[in-house]
C-alpha cells in the first residue's frame, strides 16, 4: 500500500510539473520574425517556401511567429486566413533596405527565407 501511495504522490507532482511548464511557456512565448522574399525572381520557388513555413508553423511549439513579406507586414501567421496571402503579390527586387521596417522588432530570432543574393546581419537567411 506505501508503494501505491509514493507512485500516486509522484505522478501527482509529475502532472503538476508539466501543466505549470505549459502554462508559463504559453504566457511567456518567444517571438520568430520570418520575413519572405517575394520578389518577381522567386516565384517559382513560392510552394517551396510554403511549405518550410508550415513545417516551422508545426514544430515552433510556444514560439509565436510573426509574419511578413518585402513588402509589408502581416502579422501573426496564425490569425491569417490562408498561407497564399503571403504570396499575393510578386514585384521588384528585395534589398536590405526591404528590411530596414523590421529593425524596431524585438523578435529573438529573424528568418529571411530568400535565394541567398543578400545576408543582412542578425537574420538567419534560408536560400531557395
Known sequence: MKIIKVFSVFILLHVAAWGATHVYLSNNSSNILLVVDTSYSMKPKFNDMKKW??????????????????????????????????????????????????????????????????????WQVVSF
Open 53 to 122: 513555413i508550415i513545417d516551422l508553423e508545426n514544430s515552433s511549439h510556444y514560439k509565436k511567429i510573426i509574419i511578413g513579406t518585402d513588402k509589408a507586414l502581416l502579422g501573426d501567421l496564425d490569425k491569417l486566413k490562408s498561407k497564399d496571402i503571403i504570396f499575393r503579390t510578386a514585384f521588384g527586387r528585395m534589398n536590405l533596405d526591404n528590411l530596414n521596417r523590421y529593425t524596431g522588432n524585438s523578435a529573438k530570432k529573424k528568418i529571411l527565407l530568400s535565394d541567398g543574393s543578400i545576408k543582412p546581419k542578425g
